[in-house]
């Protein structure tokens, strides 16, 4: 039975007030944990210490929305993967969609940064998804292969042993419109399945997590479905409120 996780993106949001309210009110409900829910809080880089010492011993883990491909070296505004461990940042987020079309990060980039998470010990949270265009055009299950296929061929199969997948169409990301459940559903057993063709025991074990206009409402009709094992939520997690109710909804 695969545990459920739920990942909060902060994204560029919040200040030093802001955020130490926000895990205050997450704190109540959520310090001892929500039964078979792994809860991880993604907060911009420089508020990773002070998130790291208000969520102390609670079950909340710490995670960062962003990693370098490098161990160290002459990377400017590069934060790397060791540094992160550093900090116990547990999970990291790689190639979401705002970075692969806002950054310019290709599928191999974002490749070599899952790997050089996993080589620090970290659990890298790989979103994929397809844009509107590419889905009216009917290739969205080529273009969600396309960027599982490139993470497999430098970090095999087995690379999502230790690994999570976040399925976010684009456009569903922060416009309100979620994909329906049959849609996220569909994609998710996809996935799945294609992991399966190589090793069936880490497709049965991966934890595939939805994004993209998740909310209170939304989440209990997601989460029910038998391949979607939670949720990456990003403007709903900005409201402890919503972000609480959103991890109470996985069944
Ligand atoms: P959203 O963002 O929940 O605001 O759509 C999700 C994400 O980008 O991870």
């Not at 809860?39 to 883990?61: A, H, R």
């Not at 461990?85 to 070599?112: K, P, T, W």
């Not at 009216?136 to 960027?147: K, L, M, P, S, T």
């Not at 992991?195 to 997590?209: F, M, P």
Request: charged share 15%; aromatic share 6%.
């Amino acid at each position: 039975m695969r545990r459920a996780l739920v990942a909060a993106n902060w994204k560029m949001h919040g200040n030093r007030i802001f955020i130490q309210e926000l895990v205050s009110g997450l704190i109540p409900a959520l310090s001892g944990g929500v039964n078979g829910v792994d809860i991880v809080i993604c907060p911009p880089f420089p508020y990773l210490q002070m998130v790291d010492s208000l969520i102390k011993g609670t079950e909340i883990v710490l995670g960062a929305q962003d990693v370098g491909a490098h161990e160290s070296g002459p990377y400017t505004g590069e934060v790397s993967a060791s540094m992160l461990a550093d900090f116990r940042v547990r999970y990291v987020i790689v190639g979401h969609s705002e970075r692969r079309s806002l950054m310019n990060e290709c599928d191999q980039h974002v490749a070599e940064k899952f790997v050089a998470a996993q080589q620090s010990g970290l659990i890298p949270v790989l979103c994929v998804g397809e844009t509107l265009a590419e889905r009216d055009q009917g290739i969205a299950g080529q273009v969600v292969e396309r960027q599982l296929s490139a993470v497999i061929d430098q970090a095999g199969v087995t690379g999502f042993s230790r690994a999570v997948i976040a399925y976010e169409p684009v456009w569903a990301i922060g416009t309100g419109r979620s994909a329906s459940v049959e849609q996220a559903q569909e994609m998710h057993a996809a996935i799945r399945q294609l992991i399966a063709l190589q090793d069936d025991e880490v497709a049965q074990s991966v934890q595939i997590i939805y994004g993209g206009s998740v909310n209170p409402e939304n989440a209990p009709a997601l989460f029910a479905q038998p391949d979607i094992d939670g949720g990456l939520i990003g403007g709903a997690s900005l409201n402890a409120d919503s972000f609480v109710r959103i991890c109470q909804s996985v069944s």
